[in-house]
């Protein structure tokens, strides 16, 4: 038994809260876990769903320990790492020789606490030229990115820790985080007279319970609303007129648009008391500071970029952007969420469907159409990195039967998932308690911070990390090798000046730049101390850190130039509770708007707005919607699949108002067949005073195969959504309004718990 306390973070959020961690006496097992008081921003926090992670580590997982392959008949057979690496590297090349590169296609690159692999995923990328990829962020954050492109030049993030007045539009901090110490801030503000929060949800969450004006609108009547609050700003008179004619252009359009909003009519469509409406945007325009956070209950809704962009009216007419406790844009150490912000009828497309890639990502709702068609430009490999897009992507039926009409299915992962079962390979990587690893989802202002996580047990033989696979396939196709390291590693021997004079010449080439991150791994890697090879991508990154944040990093006491750039590396390496990397300037926040201006007109979307549709009342084929995949206590994606887990709500249940359950005839723990356009599933029903008449919700990253492939608890919110259900701007699927209807079940007579397509 060791009393040591094993500083990590927990992997369940894109919060990555600093933990430690007691091993028990067999050396695996966590035995006790805690808040780590030494990580920057966490400082002791955690919630509840941190102090079970046992349970992704040494749970009833379907871990893989080996490179499997795909026999005719289905089943698997374990390979060796040669073998697998070889074959993988040969096909990826065939295919691309044979039907051009824009014919492979990558997946994934991180989850919510796993992003240092990605990071050298792009030489793999490079080496066979690959041009298509997606990830997660291409079904949520796509809109809001695009908006703030085009309108800023950079994304943003809202300081909520100081806000006078938090807003918060389809978002529940209280069970999703997205902010650090959330429950404890929210519990703080709630409190505070001083302060404000105000909520948009149809939903009454935890955090709408803390909430000074909690608009329970209509589920997906958000643009309404947010158009009535922006359009009441402008009539009462309450828009920072100074500033915006400081910082901003394009603002007598937007007026125009917003003072023919019909404010009345608008907040009966949502179904909000106008006066309500009316105290909560006068409680925002008075207010010194304001910090908006939206998320899925709108990303995923209808009208979702265009909500996205009336939405941020809010802090932009009252001027809420680089000052302490509202909008920020933020440092990093690589970037994120940043694209080149094309009007609507230029910028880049995908080859079959032609829809908009917004930061490089091709929307996750097009990916069935890139591979489901015989347009010869079509998608006929994947290599999928730490993600299970059969069970988290729109229509699983459908990206299941896209998956299968691939030549090529590579998936790299720890468990046997829904889409690692449908691969061609599987290649086994560690936990993330088994190998240094990192997110780059820190955004915090004005001190930004970065963790690089120590391994905290021993890998088992027969897994190599995510920078290993991508070194070996990167070697595989000889782009790489002994010639190229070794000048690296004799300039490496005089010192680190010499290596980044002799890295920069190399990587001079475009070629080779690409290759950058494995040619870090393979010279500067095994230099590391305490085998942290992993962390060669970083020396890089923060350099770069250095050159675009330089008063940041010097704030932050690492000094300037070059020695700047090595002092952070050095920081991050030894840092195990995590470092603050960048201390600004609010500021510093204009340096990174494009220009200097906000540019406030953006005019396919004033069109749009300015020419709403009335929503369709007719309910009767489908009288729910339904809120596909809510975050819960004990919810965390996919990457928990151990069902021991959870504590309480173990097979997910659905959120049914009282009064729609009276009308049912059913209560608690019954069970009830719940059918949308897609498919049909049983699940057992829980009435909550909570939940506003014709709305339902199922919680996200249930349903789940369990080790043995059979069934595990819930249902997947994925079986009943559809591909085609999307924003029309950038393709994010509208999960949380899919229209339902409900049946009272039978269990005699209906059998088990199953998912049918309809
Ligand atoms: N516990 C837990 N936390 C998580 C995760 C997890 O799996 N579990 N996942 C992480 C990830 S990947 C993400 S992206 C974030 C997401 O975090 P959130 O977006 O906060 O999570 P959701 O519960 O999906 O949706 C937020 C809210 O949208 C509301 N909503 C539904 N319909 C509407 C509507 O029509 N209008 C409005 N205004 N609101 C609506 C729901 O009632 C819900 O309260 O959470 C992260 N944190
Ligand atoms: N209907 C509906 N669908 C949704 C949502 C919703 O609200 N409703 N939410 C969506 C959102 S916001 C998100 S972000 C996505 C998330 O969906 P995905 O992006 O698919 O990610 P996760 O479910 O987090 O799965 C991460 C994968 O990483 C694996 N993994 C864990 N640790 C490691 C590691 O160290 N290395 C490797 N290589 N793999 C590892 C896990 O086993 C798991 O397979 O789901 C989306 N899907
Ligand atoms: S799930 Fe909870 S403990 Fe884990 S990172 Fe998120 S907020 Fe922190
Ligand atoms: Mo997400």
């Known amino acids: 038994m060791t009393e040591q306390w094993q500083p990590s973070a927990c992997i369940l959020c894109e919060c990555n809260c600093g933990i430690q961690i007691q091993l028990g006496a067999d050396g695996r097992s966590f035995d006790k876990i805690r808040g780590d008081k030494l990580h920057p921003t966490s400082a002791g926090y955690t919630c509840n769903k941190a102090l079970r992670l046992d349970h992704y580590q040494n749970g009833r997982t379907g871990r893989l320990t080996a490179p499997l392959r795909r026999r005719p008949d289905g089943t698997f057979e374990e390979i060796d790492w040669d073998t697998a690496i070889g074959e993988i590297s040969a096909r990826l090349t065939e295919i691309g020789d044979r039907y051009g590169r824009e014919t492979l296609f990558y997946y994934g690159g991180g989850g919510q606490g796993n992003h240092l692999g990605g990071a050298y995923a792009p030489a793999t990328l490079a080496t066979y030229g690959v041009r298509y990829r997606s990830s997660a962020l291409a079904q949520e954050k796509t809109g809001a990115f695009w908006v703030s492109a085009r309108m800023l030049g950079t994304p ?19 069970q999703s985080h997205g902010f650090p110490r959330a429950r404890t801030i929210l519990k703080q503000m709630g409190r505070d007279p001083r302060r404000s929060i105000v909520v948009i949800d149809p939903v009454r969450t935890e955090t709408a319970e803390l ?79 304001v910090s908006v956070l939206e998320d899925l209950g709108v990303q995923m809704n209808r009208h979702s970029t265009l909500v996205s962009y009336v939405g941020s009216m809010l802090w932009l007419l009252t001027g809420h952007f680089a000052e302490p406790g509202s909008q920020y844009a933020f440092s990093g150490l690589v970037p994120l969420g940043h694209d080149r912000g094309h009007p609507a009828d230029t910028g880049p ?137 070794a000048p690296l590693r004799a300039a490496l021997e005089q010192g ?70 090595e002092a952070l590396f050095e920081a991050i390496l030894s840092g195990a509770h995590g470092i603050v990397i960048t201390d600004d300037e609010h500021d510093a926040s204009w340096e990174r708007v494009r220009g200097g201006t906000i540019h406030l007109a953006l005019p396919e979307l004033l069109a749009q707005l300015a020419n709403l549709p009335e929503p369709e009342t007719d309910t009767t084929a489908w009288p729910f919607v339904l809120a596909a995949g809510e975050r819960r206590a004990f919810t965390a994606n996919t990457i928990m699949r151990d069902d021991g887990w959870r504590t309480r709500d173990a097979s997910g249940a659905l959120h049914i108002s009282r009064a729609d359950a009276d009308e049912l005839g059913v209560s608690a723990g019954d069970t009830v067949r719940l059918t949308t356009q897609r498919g049909s599933a049983q699940v057992r029903v829980e009435p909550t005073d909570r939940m506003r008449p014709g709305h339902l919700s199922l919680p996200n990253g249930l349903g789940l195969t369990d080790s043995d492939g059979g069934p595990a608890a819930g249902v997947a919110p994925n079986e009943l959504t559809s591909y085609d259900h999307r924003d029309e701007w950038v393709g994010t699927p509208w999960h949380k309004f899919v229209p339902a209807r409900l049946e009272v079940c039978d269990p005699e007579r209906d059998g088990a718990a199953t998912v049918v397509a309809s």
């Open 211 to 289: 909430a000074d004006f909690h608009l329970q609108l209509r589920p997906g009547t958000d643009v309404y609303l947010l158009a009535a609050m922006a359009a009441i700003l402008v009539r009462d008179n309450l828009i920072a007129a100074d500033w915006l004619a400081a910082h901003t252009d394009g603002l007598a359009e937007v007026l125009d648009v917003l003072r023919a909003v019909p404010i009345e009519k608008y907040c009966a469509t949502a179904d909000v008391d106008l006066e309500l409406v009316t105290a909560a945007t006068h409680r925002i325009a008075r207010a010194a500071s």
């Open 496 to 565: 680190r000046q010499a290596f980044a004079f002799a890295f920069l010449g190399v990587v001079a080439d475009p070629a080779k730049a690409k290759l950058a991150p494995v040619l870090l791994y393979r010279t500067l890697g095994p230099t590391l101390p305490g085998d942290a090879a992993a962390a060669a991508v970083l020396w890089a990154a923060a350099h770069n850190c250095v050159r675009k944040y330089p008063a940041g990093v010097e704030k932050a006491g690492y000094g300037t130039g070059f020695e700047a750039g």
């Open 156 to 174: 943003v993030r809202a300081e909520v820790e100081h806000a006078e007045v938090a807003v918060f539009i389809g978002k529940n901090p209280y």
């Open 349 to 485: 497309r995908s080859p079959v469907a032609g829809a908009r890639i917004v930061s490089g990502l091709v929307p996750c709702n097009v990916i069935s159409e890139e591979i489901l068609t015989d347009h010869p430009a079509r998608y006929r490999a994947m290599l999928i990195e730490t993600a299970n897009p059969a069970h988290s992507l729109a229509d699983s039926h459908r990206m299941r039967a896209a998956l299968a009409a691939l030549d090529l299915v590579v998936v790299i992962d720890v468990a046997m998932t829904e889409t690692a079962r449908l691969a061609d390979y599987v290649l086994p990587a560690p936990t993330q308690f088994e190998k240094y690893e990192a997110t780059f989802f820190n955004l915090e202002f004005p001190r930004n911070i970065f963790h690089l996580r120590h391994p905290v047990v021993p890998a088992p033989a027969g897994v190599l990390p995510e920078p290993e696979i991508h070194a070996r396939l990167v070697e595989a196709a000889g782009l790489l090798g002994e010639d190229d390291y």
